[in-house]
């Protein structure tokens, strides 16, 4: 379990790292769940590759971890929760903009999604038309 914590936390790091570093406008949380991303899939990559499962075990402290983060995590909620409750005013008094903004990025979101699956989809049925393949 010490081991998965410490996987997220150097993934933080390392994505804190490489935002302060780049100048990214993207959070360092962000980057560091893209690295670690990045590493999981190497590492189902090559054992994969090697014809093997991976290794037993391996990730059972990350998943500890993962699995009580996301159990807890109604609590992570609790200080946005308060922010709002302390910026009530300025929320009661610029609402219209604020519901519109809630609206237009969630069309924006749900529009940029269905257009990411349709290229995707797109991409694999082209691809399932290649000789030697076999279709769906």
């Known amino acids: 379990m010490i081991g998965g914590i ?3 936390l150097a993934c933080e790091l390392a994505g804190e790292t490489l935002r302060s570093l780049a100048h990214l406008a993207v959070p360092g949380p962000v980057l560091g769940m893209l690295l670690l991303t990045g590493l999981l899939l190497a590492r189902q ?3 994969d590759e090697a014809g093997s499962a991976p290794e037993a075990g391996g990730d059972s402290g990350l ?3 993962a699995g009580g983060l996301i159990s807890n995590m109604g609590l992570l909620f609790v200080p946005a929760g308060v922010g709002v409750i302390a910026q009530f005013a300025l929320i009661r008094a610029q609402w219209l903009p604020i519901l519109a ?3 237009g990025s969630t069309l924006l979101g749900l529009l940029a999604t ?5 290229w995707f989809l797109a991409a694999a049925d082209a691809s399932s038309d290649l000789p030697g393949e076999t279709s769906r």
Do not use: N
Request: zero cysteines; a positive charge; aromatic letters at 6%.
């Open 6 to 8: 410490a996987l997220l």
């Open 114 to 118: 269905a257009l990411v699956m349709r």
């Open 45 to 47: 990559r090559r054992a």
């Open 101 to 103: 903004g809630l609206f």
């Open 63 to 65: 998943e500890r971890v």
